[in-house]
């Protein structure tokens, strides 16, 4: 239960500022404009408000839905629906009477700030923390690989040298380029201490997506058994915690990786476990789990199967290394789309609790922030969708108009918003389905 309320409390945390700051993004040129700003929320006050208090034109508050929050600008059709204002004349202060360009650049001023504040959060994280990093190395039994990887010439406990011919220092971030990145090669060193360069198809994110051999490459570990699940297929099995597993159908099983390979890897239902009980081998029968597991806890045996090393960044270098990280982050996020337009990629789609699973169970101020930036660029990317109801959806009738010298009609506006207010709750609803039919099935 800690665990659950420090992970909510990070949560709720995150998300407040991120609302507020980007709220203040709409708010603030709207009030330059001279545009009136009839309330300012955090989080939604359908019938009643926890706190609410008006200064000057604006209502400032909380509410008690915590799904997001809002600013109700005048004279603007949005969530709230405000027929009865729209039928009034227009005033100079409402939002309907400015400039196509001012009322453009109050739409853009959320998402505006969400990626700024990515970016500003990225360099104070590198100035503050630094960065660590594992170079090949670094990982002192090489990779394990899944099938996909071993089609293309991969082999258990390869080194990654270089990646389309450019030294590559980080090689646990490999992954992220396999799924996210276009490359072309990555040059491996084997375990012979020889090196061969392996040519990458373009669909290898895809191929990697759709066999479920994510991660691609995992650094290798010895194990040994450190519990079993109670009615789990090990325990049904016989096997105990004092038993050290010595191969499956034949396959030694020196590394958690090999263990992770055979059980997602061998074709027959049930398998042949051989482990090394006091001395002696046994022949235990097995049949995994759906998803590949069989209920066991291990921990690694030597702790130094993977190194670390820490860089520091002067000011002017983390702006520079933060520009790019943020840069990366939006190009990959924007990549990831192709994943989730798929029915396998649909299905793991998460919600809140999804969301709130990404922050650590004891509180960490750097990891708070780097998934606090996360989120920022990730709220921003979510609402330039061109969908009605979202900014983005503002944005691309603005720039019709811009186009074409034509306003749409009010009617036709606030119909746009109903559809779009309705796939939004039908996608936050989706969502947080997945969260909790994930919670009870899996």
Do not use: C
């Not at 208090?53 to 209502?59: F, P």
């Not at 798929?342 to 169970?361: D, H, L």
């Amino acid at each position: 239960m800690t665990i659950i309320l420090i992970k909510a409390a990070q949560l709720f945390l995150s998300l407040s500022i991120l609302i507020v700051l980007h709220e203040l993004g709409h708010f603030i040129p709207a009030k330059l404009f001279g545009t009136r700003v009839e309330k300012f929320y955090l989080f939604f006050d359908i019938k009643f408000s926890l706190f609410k208090k008006k200064i000057g034109d604006t209502v400032y508050g909380i509410g008690w839905l915590p799904l997001g929050g809002y600013v109700k600008i005048a004279g603007m059709i949005d969530e709230s629906m405000d027929k009865e204002q729209m039928a009034q004349p227009p005033q100079p202060w409402e939002f309907r009477t400015k400039p196509a360009w001012q009322r453009l650049i109050i739409m853009l001023g959320g998402v505006f700030v969400n990626f700024v504040l990515g970016f500003v959060i990225y360099m104070m994280i590198l100035f503050v923390w630094g960065t660590d990093y594992s170079t090949k190395d670094d990982i002192k039994y090489g990779f394990g690989v899944t099938k996909t990887m071993e089609q293309y010439g991969f082999q258990q406990g390869d080194k990654i040298v270089s990646v389309d011919g450019q030294p590559f220092s980080e090689v646990t971030d490999i992954n992220s380029y396999l799924l996210f990145r276009d490359i072309n090669e990555i040059q491996v060193e084997r375990a012979s201490g020889t090196t061969e360069n392996l040519k990458i198809p373009d669909d290898i994110g895809t191929q990697l997506f759709e066999a479920g051999d994510l991660p691609a490459l995992t650094p290798r570990s010895p194990f040994k058994l450190d519990s079993i699940t109670p009615n789990s297929p090990a325990e049904k099995a016989g096997l105990l915690v004092t038993d050290k597993l010595v191969n499956i159908n034949g396959t030694e099983i020196n590394y958690l990786s090999d263990l992770s390979y055979m059980l997602k890897n061998t074709n027959s239902s049930e398998m042949n476990l051989v482990v090394e009980r006091n001395g002696e081998n046994k022949t235990l029968k097995i049949t995994p789990n759906e998803d590949f597991t069989i209920g066991v806890v291990t921990r690694a045996t030597d702790s130094n199967y993977i190194a670390f090393n820490h860089k520091e960044y002067s000011f002017g270098e983390s702006i520079t290394k933060g520009a790019s990280l943020g840069y990366w982050t939006i190009k990959d996020y924007l990549a990831q789309f192709k994943y989730i337009f798929t029915k396998k990629g649909a299905a793991q789609v998460g919600g809140f609790a999804a969301i709130g699973n990404m922050f650590p169970p004891s509180w960490n101020w750097k990891a708070f922030w780097a998934i606090t930036a996360f989120l920022s660029i990730m709220l921003g990317v979510l609402n330039l969708l061109p969908i009605p109801a979202l900014d983005g959806g503002h944005v691309m009738f603005l720039i019709y108009e811009i186009i074409s010298g034509r306003k749409p009609g009010d009617k036709f506006m606030e119909y746009a918003q109903l559809v779009g207010f309705i796939l939004l709750i039908s996608l936050v609803l989706f969502a947080n389905g997945n969260d909790i039919y994930k919670a009870i099935f899996e």
